[in-house]
């Protein structure tokens, strides 16, 4: 929530209380005294700031950035294999919230809402799911047991509603499909294969 920014008074007051009392600092509190004009002449300075300093905690949000875009994508390595670096701020933004939270990812549930981000639902199942008739992948007709469950299958469905305001509708084979399967296939296990549907 945020704090409403303080006026020029109150800037002013603010400096008052920080000084001692006594006779040498009596004139802070009166109104027309030329101590409290002085103050007051460098609480402008403090109201500046102040509004730097709110305008700076609006924008380092990765999500509503504007000036700090640039440093965001070079703390996060963009452009990468998966992200080019391009486009209008808003995919940009998309862009540096989905390299934040590809950080995090641990569990099936991780890469679901990895694909949430884009709008796009995600199911993940294991390959042993598969490994029974009828068989939906030819890649995994003959395979063990054992090695099916080293696979991970990832079916893709796009939503008609999405957090950022993308281009709709979505076709397949697209950036965006294309970009989440550049990050699952860098996020998930080294010894797993993974397999793309489009439902």
Request: hydrophobic share 40%; aromatic share 12%.
């Amino acid at each position: 929530m945020a704090v409403a920014a303080l006026s020029h008074e109150q800037h002013t007051q603010i400096l008052a209380d920080y000084l001692p009392g006594g006779r040498l600092f009596v004139a802070k509190n009166i109104a027309d005294s030329n101590f409290r004009k002085l103050l007051r002449g460098l609480s402008y300075e403090l109201f500046t700031a102040d509004g730097y300093l709110r305008d700076f905690q609006e924008d380092i949000n990765p999500s509503t950035t504007t000036y700090f875009i640039g440093e965001w994508e070079r703390a996060l390595g963009i452009p990468g294999s998966c992200f080019s670096g391009d486009g209008s701020l808003t995919e940009r933004r998309r862009d540096v919230v989905v390299k934040l939270a590809s950080l995090g990812i641990q569990s099936a549930d991780d890469f679901v809402d990895l694909g949430a981000l884009f709008g796009i639902t995600v199911e993940v199942r294991s390959g042993r799911y598969f490994n029974t008739f009828p068989l939906i992948f030819p890649i995994l007709l003959g395979s063990t047991e054992k090695e099916a469950r080293f696979t991970i299958v990832v079916d893709f469905t796009v939503e008609g509603v999405s957090r950022f305001p993308l281009t709709f509708p979505f076709t397949f084979g697209n950036d965006t499909i294309a970009v989440l399967e550049c990050l699952f296939r860098k996020l998930k296990p080294a010894n797993c294969d993974i397999l793309f549907r489009q439902v």
